[in-house]
């Protein structure tokens, strides 16, 4: 896949000094490519462009750029194969998925291609017939976007869709472990017709591109998907120049399951959830509460769900589970299960990673988790699950909102009553009942407490990047209004 640059007001940025760093595969620990290292001087053409670009793109009427978006879309879907391909080879998860996730970053993108020309605002009832006033709804102005590692495509989509379908530039910096998926993704709305300057794509190092962009009177918004700790970083430097934010942090999404379910089909339903992406999904399925009636069935079944899995490199059509995508997460994984394990958990299956070269660890159950153990407080963010009993819905519910985070919550059973006391109770930004998909472009996906706030998607990703403009307008009569008047 050779080289990744930066791409910058319509063609590629080479740096003075031309420093890169190696991107490797995770399912062989080979290099596959080399990512370019963004100087200071690339980050001011990269403003510069997003200042230019912000002044043509806010001009361009909402259906145009609708249809520029829909182009994007189309484009996307038909690359489908193509960019799923090089996902697998630099994050790792089977090609199923991978190209799965580019279908799903072309919904998106074809949401907000829609989404563009609904930026309504309203007409007021004015207190004087002499007076018109209007409330319009303006794009913010550039926007810097962070992107992890973990969804190489959807993320970039949606964040680039989200701010181009307002009115937005937008200078993207995707993780420099996973930069050749970007690229396709930016590609696709290039080749689509957005303007030079519009859609800028810097590679470098987070500590260096994050504050000088966020610190830059160009920069008006910022868009972050990642840690906690690194958000609460942004936060504050976003805080210096009262800029708006849309931080989708970490999560730790609580499973409540209930012994009216058949616990059985419960467990495979949840395995083929928690085992997506290896389980390095922001709103994965992570602590198990099994009431009493039916925990051990449960866990039995999740077991055997977890076992069955074929876990292997993304590119073999077998394989049901890729590698983590870096040697952080396995090495993670290593010590949340010890410290489980030391603390009297009992371990169902996995627990060891693979030998041989890449970041494999497999599908691991730990049974009996206390809730001293650090991984039920700690996001694991890898095929690790934990699962522990309660026996009333009070305890389920201290339980599910025990923890900073609010991201995603789950929650199983047969009674509405107890489907809809839990929705009511849980505090998350997105709650499943008897079901594991909880974003859709059209639903808001994001999170309350320390899991950030702001939506992607939905009305609301739109509304993410537009700001209100209150115009009061003399319509009739000659004299200028009284001064002192507010
Ligand atoms: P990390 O906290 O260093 O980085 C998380 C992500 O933020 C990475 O993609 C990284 O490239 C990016 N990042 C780091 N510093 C940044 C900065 N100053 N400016 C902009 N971006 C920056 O840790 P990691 O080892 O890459 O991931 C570990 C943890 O991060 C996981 O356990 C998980 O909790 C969280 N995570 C969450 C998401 C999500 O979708 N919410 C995605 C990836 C990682």
Redesign the pocket.
């Known amino acids: 896949m050779e080289h990744a640059h930066s791409f910058i007001a319509g063609r590629h940025y080479l740096p003075g000094e031309l420093t890169a760093s190696p991107v490797y595969n995770p399912a062989n620990g080979q290099v596959i490519g080399q990512v370019d290292i963004i100087d200071t001087a690339g980050l001011d053409a990269a403003l510069q462009a997003a200042a230019e670009g912000f002044q043509k793109w806010k001009n361009t009427s909402a259906y145009e750029r609708g249809r520029i978006l829909q182009d994007a879309a189309r484009l996307i879907r038909a690359r489908k194969e193509s960019i799923g391909r090089i996902m697998t080879l630099e994050q790792g998860k089977p090609l199923a998925e991978a190209m799965g996730e580019v279908a799903t970053s072309a919904d998106n993108t074809e949401w907000m291609a829609q989404e563009a020309t609904r930026a309504y605002g309203r007409l007021l009832v004015p207190r004087s017939a002499d007076v018109e006033q209007t409330v319009r709804r303006e794009p913010i102005g550039p926007v810097a976007s962070?992107?992890?590692?973990?969804?190489p495509a959807l993320?970039p989509a949606r964040k680039i869709a989200g701010a181009l379908a307002a009115g937005c530039s937008l200078i993207l910096?995707p993780?420099?472990?996973t930069p050749f998926t970007a690229r396709e993704i930016v590609q696709a709305f290039i080749d689509a017709g957005v303007p030079d300057g519009v859609l800028n794509l810097v590679y470098g190092k987070?500590?260096h591109?994050?504050?000088y962009l966020i610190a830059s009177p160009v920069i008006r918004k910022i868009s972050?998907?990642?840690?906690?700790?690194?958000g609460k970083?942004?936060l504050e430097l976003a805080a210096k120049g009262v800029k708006r934010s849309t931080m989708?942090?970490?999560?730790h999404a609580p499973v409540i399951v209930f012994d009216d379910v058949d616990p059985v089909k419960a467990a495979q339903q949840a395995a083929a959830s928690k085992f997506r992406n290896a389980g390095?999904?922001?709103t994965s399925p992570t602590r198990f509460y099994v009431q009493a009636g039916v925990y051990k069935e449960f866990v039995a079944a999740f077991a055997e769900a977890a076992r069955s899995l074929r876990v292997g490199d993304g590119m073999d059509a077998s394989s049901q589970m890729g590698p983590l995508a870096?040697s952080?997460?396995v090495q993670?994984m290593e010590e949340l299960v010890d410290d489980a394990i030391g603390h009297g958990a009992r371990l169902e299956c996995g627990g060891a990673p693979g030998e041989g070269p890449g970041n494999f660890y497999p599908p691991t159950v730990l049974s009996n988790v206390p809730e001293t153990a650090r991984i039920m407080s700690e996001?694991?963010?890898g095929p690790v699950v934990p699962i522990a009993s309660f026996d009333t819905i009070e305890e389920a519910i201290q339980h599910a909102n025990a923890l900073p985070f609010g991201l995603a919550a789950y929650v199983m059973t047969r009674s509405l009553a107890r489907a809809s006391a839990m929705s009511n109770a849980i505090e998350a930004g997105m709650v499943a009942v008897n079901y594991f998909t909880v974003s859709t472009p059209a639903s808001p996906f994001g999170g309350v407490k320390e899991s950030g706030y702001g939506s992607e998607g939905g009305v609301e990703g739109l509304d993410a990047y537009l700001v209100t403009k209150s115009v009061t307008q003399r319509i009739a009569g000659d004299d200028l209004q009284p001064s002192g008047a507010a």
């Open positions: 962070f992107c992890p590692w973990n969804f993320t910096k993780s420099e472990e987070s500590r591109v994050s504050p972050f998907t990642g840690s906690t700790a690194v970083e942004l989708e942090l970490g999560g390095q999904v922001c870096n952080r997460r993670a996001e694991p963010f």
